[in-house]
């Protein structure tokens, strides 16, 4: 793509790029690619965009929690410790066993039933 580059890099969680694109689909059409990015979106995001954003920032709160780790955890929304471990499993991040519940009990906070 010739003159097209990107200026500048953000994580977003699934409930927020669900929102981008049915915004930008009442004025423009939406591609194939987009199409099934908005399906994707509308079938596995758990939360409404507000509250994402709420428990991203919440999350970010805690220590060496950074944005793109505080994304991950809001679009999947782990249950339990070992899950979460998961998440954290091929980062560099030193994450204290001490604060794994902390985070849980963030998530829970948000957690639609």
Known sequence: ????????????????????????????????????????????????????????????DIPNIKRRHAVKIADIMPVDISDLRLIFAKERVPIKA???PGILEVIDKYRVE
Request: glycine residues 4%; proline residues 3%; aromatic residues 4%.
């Open 98 to 100: 001490d604060d794994l």
């Open 1 to 60: 793509m010739i003159g097209k580059k990107v200026l500048e890099s953000e994580p977003v969680s699934m409930a927020e790029v669900k929102e981008i694109l049915e915004k930008f689909g009442e004025d423009h059409e939406l591609t194939y690619e987009q199409n099934l990015v908005l399906d994707h979106v509308t079938r596995f995001s758990r939360l409404d965009p507000e509250k994402s954003r709420e428990l991203v920032e919440e999350l970010m």
